[in-house]
Every structure is written in structure tokens, then in C-alpha cells.
């Protein structure tokens, strides 16, 4: 569940920040942009088992991280006091292999969408720290176990194809993650004329219930990500 005060201070500092550009208080900054970014990330599920804790991609195999590629528009309007908003929409791109699963390999789609509260340090005209911090809400559109085709030849020289099996995601049902998650985020970027660098840390929010066999074990989803990006004004 998403604690109540969260969603309300970020609700809030996204209002305010709206509710400012109406009361004249809004001022042009370096930093009111949008930018464009790719970049990697990667997730993994931790379950609290009470007396320790398993760490895991969906193959089941411990210490093991789902790793992919991120990309999206975000957009960061900055009040006159520094304070602001980060949003955005992020497609992103996840794959992993192994055999646990009785596949090869596992691929997933999501959306991501950042609901963050910021904080812009000017270092000079052309560079600036960002502190930004809040929701990140991600929706799983579709995700996939399956095996690569191979191809063989028989004892007279004719080429054949193996078709690989696949098996789509269940989510939400017993010992599949859900297809919604909500995490609460700390980030930092940095500006550099154009040019964006961006660092994020997700702590998952949602339970997403892998081993209700188990006595009120926990799972979570944590997320880290790293993006570069070019900036360019909305006007």
C-alpha cells in the first residue's frame, strides 16, 4: 500500500508548483525543461522470510537482477525558489536468462511514470544539482518465459528448426509478482549545459505475495537506474 502522507506531500508539492506559475511567483530557470533519456536498469524481488531474506529475478535464483534498457521524456518545472516537480513516462525494456523456469530465457515490457517533489542547486549558468524524491509507479504490460529456436541437421545434411516454447506471466496470480508496483524513489541529476546524468534508487511499496505458502513472508520489488539525457526548453 502507499502510505497516505507520501501520496498527499507529493500531490501537493506538484499543485503547488502548478499554483505558482498562475500567481506570477514562476520564473524562467535553466532547469525548467524537459529532457529526453535512455539508459540501464535493473530490478530484483526481496522477500523477508523473517530470519533472512531472499534476493532474486524471476528464475528464482538468488542474488540474480533483471537487467534492461530504459527510455522516455521527463519534465521538471522549477519555481523561483528552486522547488519543483520531475515527472515523466518511461518505457522499459527487461531481459534475463537461466533454466531454473524450464526456459532459456524471459523478457519483459513496463511503463514507468515518476511522481517526484525537487530540489535544483545552481552551480553556474550552465550546471546544476537536482535532488528529486517521491513515487514511482510501474505497470508490467507483458512478460514472457521462452526458449530460443535452434536449428539442427540430420545424419543426410537437411537443416531443421527447433521451435523454443514460451509462457506469458500470470500476474497477480499465486507466485507471480503483481502487475502493478509503486516504490518510493531517491534520485539525483546533474546538468551540464544539455547534457542530463541521472541516478535512481527504488525501495518497493507493494507486496507482491511470491510465497503465500509461506508464513507472512513479504516481497518486494527494489529498482535501480542510471540515464543520460539531453535537455531542450518547452519553448
Not at 534492461?68 to 531481459?95: C, K
Not at 511503463?111 to 509507479?137: C, D, F, Q, R, V
Amino acid at each position: 500500500m502507499i502510505p497516505k502522507s507520501l501520496f498527499a506531500f507529493t500531490l501537493a508539492t506538484l499543485m503547488s508548483t502548478t499554483a505558482a506559475s498562475a500567481q506570477g511567483i514562476w520564473r524562467r530557470t535553466n532547469d525548467d525543461v524537459f529532457g529526453l533519456h535512455i539508459g540501464y536498469v535493473s530490478k530484483q524481488w526481496s522477500t523477508d522470510f523473517g530470519s533472512h531474506k531472499y534476493h532474486e529475478d524471476l528464475f528464482g535464483e538468488e542474488d540474480c537482477r533483471l537487467h534492461g534498457l530504459q527510455i522516455g521524456i521527463t519534465y521538471m518545472p522549477v519555481t523561483q525558489f528552486h522547488v519543483g516537480a520531475y515527472t515523466g513516462l518511461f518505457s522499459e525494456l527487461y531481459f534475463a536468462s537461466g533454466s531454473s523456469m524450464g526456459y532459456d530465457r524471459f523478457s519483459e515490457f513496463s511503463a514507468y511514470i515518476p511522481l517526484h517533489a525537487a530540489y535544483s542547486l545552481p552551480l553556474s549558468h550552465e550546471a546544476s544539482i537536482t535532488l528529486h524524491g517521491g513515487l514511482g509507479l510501474n505497470c508490467a504490460l507483458h512478460g514472457e518465459f521462452y526458449d530460443v529456436d535452434e536449428f539442427y541437421y540430420d545424419r543426410y545434411g537437411e537443416r531443421y528448426r527447433y521451435e523454443g516454447g514460451h509462457l506469458s506471466l500470470h500476474y497477480g496470480h499465486d507466485g507471480w509478482p503483481r502487475r502493478l508496483n509503486a516504490s518510493l524513489e531517491l534520485a539525483a541529476q546533474v546538468r551540464i549545459k544539455s547534457v542530463l546524468i541521472n541516478a535512481t534508487y527504488s525501495w518497493g511499496l507493494t507486496d507482491h505475495n511470491l510465497y503465500n505458502d509461506h508464513p507472512h513472508p513479504e516481497t518486494t520489488q527494489n529498482k535501480i537506474g542510471i540515464s543520460v539525457g539531453w535537455s531542450f526548453d518547452d519553448e
